[in-house]
């Protein structure tokens, strides 16, 4: 990779960044316990636990995904940045800059 591209793949790691961190909170508002008093009848109450236990299954994934683009963001300088932790061969840089987060290639993940 040369520094042009680690510049703009940082650029994209720290707005990818951003905007799953904004993703957090707002599931982070959506998983907030649900008080009696709002629930009008029972099926609406289901339907509210349902859609919490949905957006809990976002704020977890939101939340491995602010972990993940960290430390892409912390080896973006290490020489064996962009190679598979699996086969220890290069990631395709297409997919580097479209999933930064990922420290396999696409055979390695797949599998
Ligand atoms: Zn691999």
Redesign the pocket.
């Known amino acids: 990779m040369t520094t042009a591209e680690k510049q703009a793949l940082k650029e994209k790691i720290e707005k990818l960044l951003q905007e799953t961190e904004i993703k957090v909170k707002e599931y982070e508002e959506l998983c907030r316990p649900i008080s009696p008093e709002n629930a009008i009848g029972r099926v609406s109450r289901m339907d509210a636990i349902n859609n919490k236990s949905v957006a809990e299954a976002a704020l977890r994934t939101a939340k491995r995904k602010v972990e993940k683009l960290n430390t892409a963001l912390s080896k973006l300088e290490e020489p064996d940045f962009g190679t598979?932790?699996?086969?220890?061969?290069p990631?395709n840089p297409k997919r580097v800059m479209l999933m930064p987060e990922s420290t396999?290639?696409?055979?390695?993940?797949s599998r």
Not at 84 to 89: E, L
Not at 104 to 109: E, K, M, T
């Open positions: 598979c932790s699996s086969c220890k061969r990631i396999r290639c696409v055979r390695c993940a």
